[in-house]
């Protein structure tokens, strides 16, 4: 299934969207958004699709917000809390609710809200080529999209505030080895990467890894005794799948599981 801004490819077990402004660089604007939301959406209830790929087409993974969608009329002052609120907000919490792995291959440059939609995602690959830039600040602006709360997470606040602060580009090596990505590949074999994880994911226990998101996310914020507490929650809920009752199965029958990532 394809329209103009985003195409989505069926795969067995998973799905690719592939934001499709290659002459913008896959920046955003209003109608993107509404195309993007509506792929999560529509993949978030086929019971089919166990986990997600999400790339870009050209030579970019996204510049972020189209700034041609920012020109405002003389003593217009713009109204940029609204933009958050009805779209990138929902767009970014929507990407970590999923209760299925979202793999980001990101194929050159992440720039603005779309290096943050890309640390949304669980697993991030990144082209060697890739770069990632937090350019708010070349506009007097502030990290959107989770940049805030993304980049002390994972490469510290030193480097979250040097980043946030300077707008310097990160090599998508140098990302892997702060810790911001899982793995920079090869451009060739970027895609390939990507495949290899949805496929594996696509026949692994669906349902226990949304329940790992959900404990690793909540790990953010609670205490040591709120944390036990969850996985013990969790841990129920796990035990009561399917997914569990044949993977103890095949275990004890030397076979490999058949998962069907379901409740």
Same mark, same amino acid.
């Given at each position: 299934?394809?329209?103009?801004?985003?195409?989505?490819?069926h795969?067995?077990?998973?799905?690719?969207?592939t934001?499709?402004?290659?002459?913008?660089?896959?920046?955003?604007?209003?109608?993107?958004?509404?195309?993007?939301?509506?792929?999560?959406?529509?993949?978030?209830?086929?019971?089919?699709?166990?986990?997600l790929?999400?790339?870009?087409?050209?030579?970019?993974?996204?510049?972020?917000?189209?700034?041609?969608?920012?020109?405002?009329?003389?003593?217009?002052?713009?109204?940029?809390?609204?933009?958050?609120?009805?779209l990138?907000?929902?767009?970014?919490?929507?990407?970590?609710?999923?209760?299925?792995?979202?793999?980001?291959?990101v194929?050159?440059?992440?720039?603005?809200?779309?290096?943050?939609? =890309?640390? +949304?995602?669980?697993?991030? $690959?990144? *082209?060697?080529?890739?770069?990632?830039? &937090? /350019?708010? !600040?070349?506009?007097?602006?502030?990290?959107?999209?989770?940049?805030?709360?993304?980049?002390?997470?994972?490469v510290?606040? =030193?480097? +979250?505030?040097?980043?946030? $602060?300077? *707008?310097?580009?990160?090599?998508?090596? &140098? /990302?892997? !080895?702060?810790?911001?990505?899982?793995?920079?590949i090869?451009?060739?074999?970027?895609?390939?990467?990507?495949?290899?994880? =949805?496929?594996?994911?696509?026949?692994?226990?669906?349902?226990?890894?949304?329940?790992?998101? &959900? /404990?690793?996310?909540?790990?953010?914020?609670?205490?040591?005794?709120?944390?036990?507490?969850?996985?013990?929650?969790?841990?129920?809920? =796990?035990?009561?799948?399917?997914?569990?009752?044949?993977?103890?199965?095949?275990?004890?029958?030397?076979?490999?599981?058949?998962?069907?990532?379901?409740?």
């Amino acid at each position: 299934m394809e329209n103009d801004l985003i195409v989505t490819e069926h795969r067995e077990g998973y799905r690719v969207i592939t934001l499709n402004r290659p002459d913008r660089l896959n920046s955003f604007n209003e109608a993107m958004h509404a195309a993007l939301m509506s792929a999560l959406v529509d993949a978030e209830t086929d019971g089919n699709c166990r986990t997600l790929i999400l790339t870009g087409s050209g030579r970019g993974f996204c510049a972020g917000q189209d700034l041609s969608d920012r020109v405002f009329s003389p003593g217009q002052v713009p109204d940029l809390s609204s933009t958050l609120e009805r779209l990138y907000n929902p767009l970014v919490r929507k990407i970590r609710a999923l209760q299925m792995p979202v793999i980001c291959a990101v194929n050159g440059v992440a720039a603005g809200a779309g290096a943050n939609i =890309a640390l +949304a995602c669980d697993i991030v $690959l990144a *082209a060697r080529s890739a770069k990632f830039i &937090q /350019a708010f !600040a070349k506009l007097g602006l502030v990290p959107d999209s989770g940049g805030t709360w993304f980049l002390p997470r994972l490469v510290g606040t =030193a480097r +979250a505030r040097a980043l946030a $602060l300077l *707008a310097e580009p990160v090599p998508a090596e &140098q /990302a892997e !080895a702060w810790g911001m990505i899982w793995k920079a590949i090869d451009d060739t074999g970027l895609m390939d990467e990507a495949h290899r994880l =949805a496929a594996h994911f696509a026949v692994q226990p669906t349902v226990g890894l949304g329940l790992i998101k &959900q /404990a690793l996310d909540a790990s953010e914020t609670n205490d040591l005794d709120r944390q036990l507490d969850l996985e013990r929650d969790l841990q129920g809920q =796990a035990g009561r799948t399917p997914d569990y009752l044949e993977g103890v199965t095949a275990f004890f029958e030397k076979r490999q599981p058949k998962f069907s990532g379901r409740a």
